[in-house]
Structure formats: C-alpha cells, structure tokens
Antibody, heavy 124, light 111 residues
Framework: QVQLQESGPGLVKPSETLSLTCTVS????????WTWIRQPAGKGLEWIGR???????NYDPSLKSRVTLSVDTSKKQFSLRLSSVTAADTAIYYC??????????????????WGQGTLVTVSS | QSALTQPASVSGSPGQSITISCTGT?????????VSWYQHHPGKAPKLIIF???NRPSGVSDRFSGSKSGNTASLTVSGLQAEDEADYFC???????????FGGGTKLTVL
C-alpha cells in the first residue's frame, strides 16, 4: 500500500493562495486518481477534487472557480492550489489515493490510502 | 452540516456489538451500492474498512460488516475491542457533480 504525506504552509493570509503538495511513496502513480479532501473544524469531510495520473481533473462545483490540481508523476507528487482563501477554508487537508486503477463512476469514490492530514489556518 | 447524517457518538463494552447508521438521500446512499466506511484514529491516516456497502479490503477484520436499506447504510462492529475506539465516517457516491459525499463522523467509545 502506498504512503502519502501532505506538506505546505500551515498559515495562509486571507485573499492569498493556499498551496499544498502530496508526496507519494511505495507505489506507482500511474493509472490512478489522486484526491484532495478537507475537514473544517467541527464539520464533516468535503471532497475538493481529483486528478488522474495523466492530468485530467474534476473539481467540486462549489470550489471549482478557485481550485487547481496538478500532478508530477516523475516527482511522485500532486498538488493543490486554492485561491482567494477566507476563514471558511481553514481545515485539515488530506490527500488520498483512489482504490481502483482505471475506475469509473461510483467505484472511483473509494480511497484506500490517505495522508495523515495537515492543518491549514487562514488568518491575518 | 454534512451531506450524510451519522450519530455523533456510540459506545459499547468489550465483546459487544455496535451499529453506526449513515442516512442520506435517494441521490446518494439510496441511489447506488457505492457506500464506504472509514476508521480514523485521530492524528493518523484514515483507513478504508468497507466499500461497495459490505465488502472488506484485504487485511480488514471480519468483525467489521456493512449493510444498506433504502437511504440508510449501517456499519456493525462485532466483538468490540479496545483498538476499535476511533472515529468512523461513511461516504457515498452521489449523482451530483460533487462525486462523493461524507458523513459527519461517529466517535466510537469502548467502555
């Protein structure tokens, strides 16, 4: 099973861009979807978006205008950029791997490897 | 407020069984058999324990089982052990463009 580790600043100022990277070890990135999920304090998990190993992306509609995902399989990393952040974006951010390769529909909604999560606080 | 509704907490004694419910709608839990459950010990990476409503990934104890009826999915943990004390959250594929929705999580306490 692969291991994932999130990295990036723990504090971001309002209106600025949140940037996180997830480093993958112990397996290949090829032919899998890679996902970002977040959990605001006291709330449930929220799916942010996913990126396939070839760079194809899907985003949650509510965040689509502010989110950009990218992948660098040679570095075994994928990244999240969230622009124009506000306090509402304060959360624990997780990166995760989809269970199946070449999945479709609902079978893409299972995540078998997760990072431990990183807290990002939006504050001046 | 989470898309899927779970009880905030459940508890049981060692050896007993507990069930955690996960209630959604006809657009998610009730629409497909794409329900999953995760175990999360705080500070650690969440762990997939159930997918496709009632399938376990390799290596997951058979003390964990899942089921679904209508818009409500359930996770049963039998033969409770101290190590089962954790947060559990459900997830479902959804017909909306969000792709996947989650429950708010349930804290399981082993008394």
């Amino acid at each position: 099973q692969v291991q994932l580790q999130e990295s990036g600043p723990g504090l971001v100022k309002p209106s600025e861009t949140l940037s996180l990277t997830c480093t993958v070890s112990g397996g290949s990135m090829t032919s899998y979807y890679w996902t970002w999920i977040r959990q605001p304090a006291g709330k449930g998990l929220e799916w942010i978006g996913r990126i396939y190993s070839n760079g194809v992306t899907n985003y949650d509609p509510s965040l689509k205008s502010r989110v950009t995902l990218s992948v660098d399989t040679s570095k075994k990393q994928f990244s999240l950029r969230l622009s124009s952040v506000t306090a509402a974006d304060t959360a624990i951010y997780y990166c995760a791997k989809v269970l199946y390769s070449s999945c479709g529909g609902g079978s893409c909604s299972y995540f078998d490897s997760w990072g431990q999560g990183t807290l990002v606080t939006v504050s001046s | 407020q989470s898309a899927l509704t779970q009880p905030a907490s459940v508890s049981g004694s060692p050896g007993q069984s507990i069930t955690i419910s996960c209630t959604g709608t006809s657009s998610d839990v009730g629409a497909y058999d794409y329900v999953s459950w995760y175990q999360h010990h705080p500070g650690k990476a969440p762990k997939l324990i159930i997918f496709d409503v009632n399938n376990r990934p390799s290596g997951v104890s058979d003390r964990f089982s899942g089921s679904k009826s209508g818009n409500t999915a359930s996770l049963t943990v039998s033969g409770l052990q101290a190590e089962d004390e954790a947060d559990y959250f459900c997830s479902s594929y959804t017909t909306s463009s969000t792709l996947v929705v989650f429950g708010g999580g349930t804290k399981l306490t082993v008394l």
